[in-house]
Nanobody, 121 residues
């Protein structure tokens, strides 16, 4: 498994931008599907975005499509989530996750500790 550490969260006004980073340890990072999930207070964790090991295929939830972009740099063992046009409803703890088997939600077995994103109105 890979170990994951997120960074880049913070407080931003509605309409602003943030970029989250997720640094992975382990020599097999470039064979992992990577994803971002989020959990708002009182709600279940939900899928945000995922990217294939090569970066050639990406998937987004409808709620972030067109505003968020997931990318990865395999040379740096890092995956990113660029978040633009942020809304108060994007407020949540954001988690980075890795999967060696596929990118269905249940495939993600490696998780980071999470980083808080707060969007003020």
């Amino acid at each position: 498994q890979v170990q994951l550490v997120e960074s880049g969260g913070g407080l931003v006004q509605a309409g602003g931008s943030l970029r989250l980073s997720c640094a992975a340890s382990g020599r097999t990072f470039n064979s992992y599907f990577m994803g971002w999930f989020r959990q708002a207070p009182g709600k279940e964790r939900e899928f945000v975005a995922a990217i294939s090991w090569s970066g050639s295929t990406r998937s987004y939830s409808d709620s972030v499509k067109g505003r968020f972009t997931i990318s990865r740099d395999n040379a740096k063992n890092t995956v990113y989530l660029q978040m633009n046009s942020l809304k108060p409803e994007d407020t949540a703890v954001y988690y980075c996750a890795g999967s060696s088997t596929g990118w269905s939600v249940g495939d993600f077995r490696s998780w980071g500790q999470g980083t808080q994103v707060t969007v003020s109105s």
